[in-house]
T-cell receptor
């Protein structure tokens, strides 16, 4: 079946502009995660959604970052007034369920964001 | 606090050599999960293995094997008879069971290059 998809695959923007990154999780997966991977670095947790529960936003680096998940499916990560340090690959992952028993996370191909 | 250390930033081996990727973790929990993910040049992370803290039995899957030692807080990954297709960045990760969801802390990754 279809895996996690992300769009766009690449995004180049100018400093100060807003960007929206989209994630389509695997159908039926209730948990959704956003990570940021800076060049040569590991994965930095940003935000987590589980069903209709309030998201865990503890990883968002600043109030310029926000995310929504509509209808428990598609998620959009928004970065306002982008800065050059926001340049990174933004990865989305989904898993079948969460809480109590760990489930494997399935990752999308990522969106490479470049802020000029 | 949780932490995952992968001291080897980059490793190069000649095809057919064996290679071990090191992973050392820190956690105060007695119940936790450890993982390895592979990120090939295409960028999409691929789940390799999950191990819970109560299962120290080593695991072998084809050319891959994992050595989990709680006494040294290590979860090392060995590839036997390496192949060019093994070239990728490998991430070790940790999840503590006390969290209400599966928040995963990733190490910085080890970039493996297998030279033909």
């Amino acid at each position: 079946g279809a895996g996690v998809s992300q769009s766009p695959s690449n995004k180049v923007t100018e400093k100060g502009k807003d960007v929206e990154l989209r994630c389509d999780p695997i159908s039926g997966h209730t948990a959704l995660y956003w990570y940021r991977q800076s060049l040569g670095q590991g994965l930095e947790f940003l935000i987590y959604f589980q069903g209709n529960s309030a998201p865990d936003k503890s990883g968002l680096p600043s109030d310029r970052f926000s995310a929504e998940r509509t209808g428990g499916s598609v998620s959009t990560l928004t970065i306002q007034r982008t800065q050059q340090e926001d340049s990174a690959v933004y990865l989305c992952a989904s898993s079948p369920q969460s809480g109590g028993t760990y489930n494997e996370q399935f990752f999308g191909p990522g969106t490479r964001l470049t802020v000029l | 606090a949780q932490k995952v250390t992968q001291a080897q930033t980059e490793i190069s081996v000649v095809e057919k050599e064996d290679v071990t990727l090191d992973c050392v973790y820190e956690t105060r929990d007695t119940t936790y999960y450890l993982f390895w993910y592979k990120q090939p040049p295409s960028g999409e992370l691929v789940f390799l293995i999950r191990r819970n803290s109560f299962d120290e039995q080593n695991e072998i899957s084809g050319r891959y094997s994992w050595n989990f030692q709680k006494s040294t807080s290590s979860f090392n990954f060995t590839i036997t008879a390496s192949q060019v297709v093994d070239s990728a960045v490998y991430f070790c990760a940790l999840s503590e069971a006390k969290t209400s969801y599966d928040k995963v802390i990733f190490g910085p990754g080890t970039s493996l290059s297998v030279i033909p």
